[in-house]
């Protein structure tokens, strides 16, 4: 099972909180790779390698969105 697989089980209620943030953090860096995490249900996407700055934004964003909800 990849992240893709993974997100969408969990999206899908069958594993996992379906609320939970997903982000994924990889290598994949071709075009179309960013669009298929997200729509696959991931929150956000980093590729690697990841710089503390990018990794503290996203996460932010995760903590906001979970607060507003």
């Not at 379906?18 to 590729?47: C, H, N, Q, W």
Request: charged share 35%; net charge negative.
């Amino acid at each position: 099972m990849d992240g893709v697989e993974a997100t969408r089980c969990i999206r899908a209620g069958r594993a996992g909180d379906p609320s939970i943030p997903i982000v994924a953090l990889t290598a994949y860096v071709l075009k179309g790779d960013r669009d298929r995490f997200l729509e696959a249900g991931m929150d956000d996407y980093l590729s690697k390698p990841i710089s503390l700055e990018e990794l503290d934004k996203v996460l932010r964003r995760m903590h906001d969105r979970s607060r507003d909800n």
